[in-house]
């Protein structure tokens, strides 16, 4: 019943921008902590960024800080992530997550996941 959709991945050139959406179903996402991860072949998944409750508390890994922007709309109960001036080392597929109360934020212990968007940076 509970489900994590992400949209906005694609090709795009470096330097250029995307728009990442993540939709969640099911209940209400309001009080949890939602965060983006990304992972590319052969590597490990990494954490991108975080959003708390309400918005109050933001984090971003230090790669990305400065080029991506986390937001949310409650009312909609969806997630953002906008990403400009865009590297090839950007290419993974990204994966949306939540919790309630997750025991680390930048850790990839959620409780909920999404099936990720394939992100593509040519040079």
């Known amino acids: 019943q509970v489900q994590l959709v992400e949209s906005g991945g694609g090709l795009v050139q470096a330097g250029g921008s995307l728009r990442l959406s993540c939709a969640a179903s099911?209940?209400?996402?309001?009080?949890?902590?939602m965060a983006w991860f990304r992972q590319a072949p052969g590597k490990e998944r990494e954490f991108v960024a975080a959003?708390?409750?309400?918005?109050?508390?933001?984090y971003y890994a230090d790669s990305v800080k400065g080029r991506f922007t986390i937001s949310r709309d409650d009312a909609e109960n969806t997630v953002y992530l906008q990403m400009n001036s865009l590297k090839p080392e950007d290419t993974a597929v990204y994966s949306c997550?939540?919790?309630?109360?997750?025991?680390?934020?930048?850790?990839?212990?959620?409780?909920?996941w999404g099936q990720g968007t394939q992100v593509t940076v040519s040079s």
């Open positions: 099911g209940r209400s996402f309001s009080t949890y902590t």
């Open positions: 959003i708390t409750w309400s918005g109050d508390h933001i």
């Open positions: 997550a939540a919790d309630l109360d997750p025991p680390a934020i930048t850790t990839t212990d959620y409780d909920y």
